[in-house]
């Protein structure tokens, strides 16, 4: 038992090391003994666990698919559906292109995915299917405009998103990521209300951020944060 989990803790540290490599040099630059140097390993060790350059680039981008499963749980929690848990999910989502390693390296490695020996998974194919599950139930409680097109909805919600993530990523290194998400949603959500809202919804980026800092975004603070502050 103890050598498998000493395993694990060197495969664990060969991919954060190879992270760290990949977000900074990307894959063509990226050096095995390098990685291998960083943690005091032989290139021998290292190819015992991940026999080629390929295969280590095609390990990081799987820990990225499988970091999003538990957040999509996680979005479900306190009676969240709908808008209130996308959301939620958005500024997870967001703080973990911002914070972790691994993420961000897999980002660039599947913008250089041509390059890499290896299949690796679709990019975002499984978030514009979730954003419609979202999208969906949001329709469903009156949180979004009958009339709107789910499908077309959600690819544009996506690609709004991850644009937003990578123009931040290149101008400012993430660091106001979650300031465009608040802009983001500060247009959609005036966008999406229904036509029977009386007023013109205006978010309050401000609301959206505490509710979503706090983990307390609800039904009611999407009503509060689509609140008419217009007067009319």
Known sequence: MKRIEQRERTKAALLDAAAEEFEARGYIGTVLSTISDRLGLTKGSLYFYFPT??????????????AWEPLIRESR??????LAALIWLSYRV???YRDNIRIRAAARLVRERELIDAPLPEPYVDWISNVQIFLREAQENGEVAADLPIESLAWQITATFFGNQQISNDLNNRQDLRQRV?????????????????????????TIAAATAADSITPSTIIAATSDTTGA
């Open 53 to 66: 350059k390929a295969e280590l680039a095609a390990a990081v981008v799987a820990s990225y698919f499988e």
């Open 77 to 82: 929690k306190e009676h969240r559906s709908g």
């Open 94 to 96: 967001a703080d973990q």
């Open 182 to 206: 608040d802009d983001m949603w500060f247009f959609f959500l005036r966008a999406l209300s229904p036509k029977n809202v009386p007023a013109t919804p205006h978010v309050s980026a401000t």
